[in-house]
T-cell receptor, first 112, second 113 residues
Framework: EPEVTQTPSHQVTQMGQEVILRCVPI?????FYWYRQILGQKVEFLVS????????KSEIFDDQFSVERPDGSNFTLKIRSTKLEDSAMYFC??????????FGPGTRLTVT | AQSVTQPDIHITVSEGASLELRCNYS??????LFWYVQSPGQGLQLLLK??????LVQGIKGFEAEFKRSQSSFNLRKPSVHWSDAAEYFC???????????FGTGTSLTVIP
């Protein structure tokens, strides 16, 4: 069964550094998402991406964040200058039109 | 605005006992409804979903959920809990025209022998 994959599984970075989290959505999916989950809290929506542009973003998704689909398979989330409060689990998801979202296993980001 | 409420932060049940996890949502029309399970350090696994039709839906691992429009609820049930069911459970709402999912705060399930 096709799966959403994410790399790395765990990323440790120093405050102020840039990080790129990578996702490979399911191949025939059209909509792509990033969510985050701060430890012990609920999963929060960050951004959705469709037709090579952002279709929706939350207030969390400020200028420090960006997304890109650099080729036909990858979907990346970049944090330009990480802060301690960016430490969280980041989930990528994808879906076809009208179907449920399929979530990847997540990348745990630790900012020190 | 859409929202999801899971009133129970933590539930403890004995192995073999029945389980019901509550979920209430706020949305003006019929939403897509989902239950996900998350084991420690793991991703989100879909247990079941409701789009339309029969309001009682069956999922994996013996779970079921019932959509009650009048109560704006989508409670998750299992008749007999196994120790391996200990995890965090999240209810989520997806709207018809929008993109994002709205998650509840989760219910942590502990199973005691």
């Amino acid at each position: 069964e096709p799966e959403v994959t994410q790399t790395p599984s765990h990323q440790v970075t120093q405050m102020g550094q840039e990080v790129i989290l990578r996702c490979v959505p399911i191949s025939n999916h059209l909509y792509f998402y990033w969510y985050r989950q701060i430890l012990g809290q609920k999963v929060e929506f960050l951004v959705s991406f469709y037709n090579n542009e952002i279709s929706e973003k939350s207030e969390i998704f400020d200028d420090q964040f960006s997304v890109e689909r650099p080729d036909g398979s990858n979907f990346t989330l970049k944090i330009r200058s990480t802060k301690l409060e960016d430490s969280a689990m980041y989930f990528c998801a994808s879906k076809r039109e009208g179907a449920e979202q399929y979530f990847g296993p997540g990348t745990r980001l630790t900012v020190t | 605005a859409q929202s999801v409420t899971q009133p129970d932060i933590h539930i403890t049940v004995s192995e073999g006992a029945s389980l019901e996890l509550r979920c209430n949502y706020s949305y003006g029309a019929t939403p897509y409804l989902f239950w996900y399970v998350q084991s420690p350090g793991q991703g989100l696994q879909l247990l079941l979903k409701y789009f339309s039709g029969d309001t009682l839906v069956q999922g994996i691992k013996g779970f079921e959920a019932e959509f009650k429009r009048s109560q704006s609820s989508f409670n998750l049930r299992k008749p007999s809990v196994h120790w391996s069911d200990a995890a965090e459970y999240f209810c989520a709402v997806g709207v018809m025209t929008g993109n994002q999912f709205y998650f509840g705060t989760g219910t942590s399930l502990t199973v005691i022998p």
